[in-house]
């Protein structure tokens, strides 16, 4: 065999055993809607009671959160960074809340202004926490996950402070409208969810602070010599996950009619990066599927309530989110090779 013919062969061979070059786009771009479809046609044979409205609310209402709060995450980690304080910003929203609407003081006696006024302090209140992680990150260089886990750890004590330790309790109907309001017998938090992802969709995409956010996350310094505001862009979105943490905070305390310290936002800055990571938004920034983490948080909900309804311990449900985490990441180490 001459040196020519050998050549050709190993070519051949070459071409014969390389992956097509589209096909690992197609599978990270339709992979995780594949996995939701084949879940939810699992449960729909598998799963008693999977198809009726009471079952569907029920999801909704325990992903809406997530998704609110992923949404936030995305902007965050497209930048580079991460915020481990979300859990602890809710707890500090669900804190301030009740002490707002609960209060004998006028003019917060008053049902309407105490209602709005507990309503957009509580977000706020978490939007300046936000801040103060952004600025720890963009002002003073401080790495993102040093930077948010000083109130991943001191925010849940800030919040048990502003009340004592206790449980707060109370019947709000008006108040709690954002969490068991049923307009056309969908969760009204839901329509806020898929509200705000396809807003931060529209914006990531079709805006100037869209293409600065990518730009920041991609290559930033590079961005900074192209005159991006690199430090606007890096502040702007821990105080948009600051906002939107808060008001998943109101949702939870309104779904329970309480406001626990200990308990609200519990594990979520996991379940928010979690749904990133299976939507397929890279960990290591430079781009952002807003719509793929909704999808994300959609999977990571469905595996639990499929697990739970066949009597999976809830700790094999945690094992099973975790290897789906694990397979989205090698998913995407394999596009990027």
């Known amino acids: 065999m001459t040196d020519a013919t050998r050549a050709g062969s190993s070519a051949g061979s070459t071409r014969r055993f390389t992956r097509p070059p589209g096909l690992g786009a197609v599978g990270h771009a339709y992979g995780a809607i ?34 609110i709060v992923a949404t936030g995450m995305t902007l965050v980690i497209a930048t580079g960074g991460i915020d481990l304080s979300v859990g602890s910003l809710m707890a500090i929203s669900g804190a301030v809340a009740p002490l707002i609407f609960l209060s004998d003081r006028w003019p917060f006696d008053i049902g309407w202004f105490g209602n709005s006024t507990a309503l957009v302090v509580a977000i706020l209140v978490a939007g300046l926490f936000g801040l103060f992680n952004g600025v720890l990150v963009a002002v003073f260089g401080i790495q993102p996950i040093i930077a ?8 849940r004590g800030i919040a048990q402070v502003m009340t004592n330790g206790a449980i707060q309790t109370f019947r709000n109907p008006d108040f709690q409208y954002i969490g068991l309001g049923r307009p056309l017998g969908i969760p009204f ?28 996350g991609g290559n930033e310094p590079a961005a900074r ?27 939870v305390i309104s779904i329970n009619s309480s406001s626990d310290a200990n308990q609200v936002g519990l594990d ?12 397929g938004t890279p960990l290591t920034g430079g781009r952002a599927n807003v719509i793929g983490t909704m999808i994300g948080a959609l999977i990571i909900q469905l595996i639990r309530t499929t697990l739970l309804s066949h009597n999976i311990q809830d700790a094999v449900a945690r094992v099973v989110t975790a290897s789906a985490i694990v397979i989205a990441v090698l998913i995407q180490r394999g596009r990027g090779t």
């Open 225 to 251: 010599l192209a005159g991006v505001p690199v430090r606007k862009i890096k502040i702007t979105v821990y105080v948009v996950s600051g906002l939107l943490a808060g008001l998943a905070g109101l949702v």
């Open 34 to 67: 594949a996995a939701l479809v084949l879940l939810v046609l699992f449960n729909a044979v598998f799963t008693e009671r999977f198809l009726t409205m009471q079952s569907l609310r029920v999801n909704l209402s325990q992903v809406s959160t997530i998704i």
């Open 189 to 216: 938090q839901a329509i806020v969810a898929v509200a705000l992802v396809l807003f931060i969709a529209w914006i990531v995409r079709s805006t100037t602070f869209g293409r600065y956010l990518l730009a920041t």
């Open 148 to 155: 948010t886990l000083v109130l991943f750890i001191a925010g």
């Open 268 to 279: 979520m800055e996991l379940n928010a990066i979690a749904a990133v990571a299976v939507g």
